[in-house]
């Protein structure tokens, strides 16, 4: 396999990613909330940033999720 497709599988791959749905009440994607979560330290300040948690479940399922991504950016500092 060449370097040109394995760096267009990795591209298709980023984009099913960030195509995931985090919040799904809501319906809010990966990528909305990686960018919503830029000088965010808290799962609220991210729900504000981005409408998740305040859907049905109010955070319970997109919460956990949050709290993770926030832990996993602030190892990657
Ligand atoms: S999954 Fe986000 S508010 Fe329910």
Known sequence: MSSDEE????NEERIKQMAR??????????GK?????????????VNRATGCGTGGCQGQ???PRIKM????MSQTK
Do not use: D, F
């Open 21 to 30: 749905v985090v919040c799904i009440c809501k319906g809010i994607n990966l």
């Open 33 to 45: 909330v990686l960018k919503g979560m830029e000088g965010c330290s808290t799962v609220a300040e």
């Open 61 to 63: 399922r997109c919460g």
């Open 69 to 72: 991504l926030l832990e996993k």
């Open 7 to 10: 760096e267009k599988i990795k």
